[in-house]
T-cell receptor
Framework: GENVEQHPSTLSVQEGDSAVIKCTYS??????FPWYKQELGKRPQLIID?????GEKKDQRIAVTLNKTAKHFSLHITETQPEDSAVYFC???????????FGKGTRLHILP | DADVTQTPRNRITKTGKRIMLECSQT?????MYWYRQDPGLGLRLIYY???????NKGEISDGYSVSRQAQAKFSLSLESAIPNQTALYFC?????????????FGSGTQLSVL
């Protein structure tokens, strides 16, 4: 069935350094790839997304890249800050089924 | 502000009890979802509904049922709760228009089954 793999499951980076989280998806018909951030005790919230007709999208310190051929997409956070500490989920939208499949999440720790 | 509200926020119950988790939204969205979050397993879809007369099973529907009482209300029931249903449950909504892929989550219900 459809699957989204996310790596790593845990990531620790020094404040000010960059963080990269990677995801792969199985269904080549997927056409929309969101990233959600979940702070401790809070609900997941959409932070950035990319559609399949675009290779890269940037919003201030965060960016997402998509390689449709390889079925990979990644979240890049530059100049990390303490408030970036959270769990991040990637997801793929299955247009055929009209539903979203989530990765298992990455817990990002920003070290002082 | 328009929001997605879940009740209760926390619930502790015993094995075999019937439990209902409720979700209501003021976003005016037609689509509603129930997800379950377990550490290391991400967000898994239990049931979803695209309108009042539409109910669909997700990837982990066994042991759960749902009711879409109105456009704004979608409840999740555990007929006979078991300990491995201990988890954080999220309701979510989306607009069926051009941004139907974007989910808006409720604040969550932490359920513990003893």
């Amino acid at each position: 069935g459809e699957n989204v793999e996310q790596h790593p499951s845990t990531l620790s980076v020094q404040e000010g350094d960059s963080a990269v989280i990677k995801c792969t998806y199985s269904d080549s018909a997927s056409n929309y790839f969101p990233w959600y951030k979940q702070e401790l005790g809070k609900r997941p919230q959409l932070i950035i997304d990319i559609r399949s007709n675009v290779g890269e999208k940037k919003d201030q310190r965060i960016a997402v890249t998509l390689n449709k051929t390889a079925k990979h997409f990644s979240l890049h956070i530059t100049e990390t800050q303490p408030e970036d500490s959270a769990v991040y989920f990637c997801a793929a939208f299955m247009n055929r089924d009209d539903k979203i499949i989530f990765g298992k999440g990455t817990r990002l720790h920003i070290l002082p | 502000d328009a929001d997605v509200t879940q009740t209760p926020r926390n619930r502790i119950t015993k094995t075999g009890k019937r439990i209902m988790l409720e979700c209501s939204q003021t976003k005016g969205h037609d689509r509603m979802y129930w997800y379950r979050q377990d550490p290391g397993l991400g967000l898994r879809l239990i049931y979803y509904s695209f309108d009042v007369k539409d109910i669909n099973k997700g990837e982990i529907s066994d042991g759960y049922s749902v009711s879409r009482q109105a456009q704004a209300k979608f409840s999740l029931s555990l007929e006979s709760a078991i300990p491995n249903q201990t988890a954080l449950y999220f309701c979510a909504t989306s607009d069926p228009g051009t941004e139907r892929e974007k989910l808006f989550f409720g604040s969550g219900t932490q359920l513990s089954v003893l």
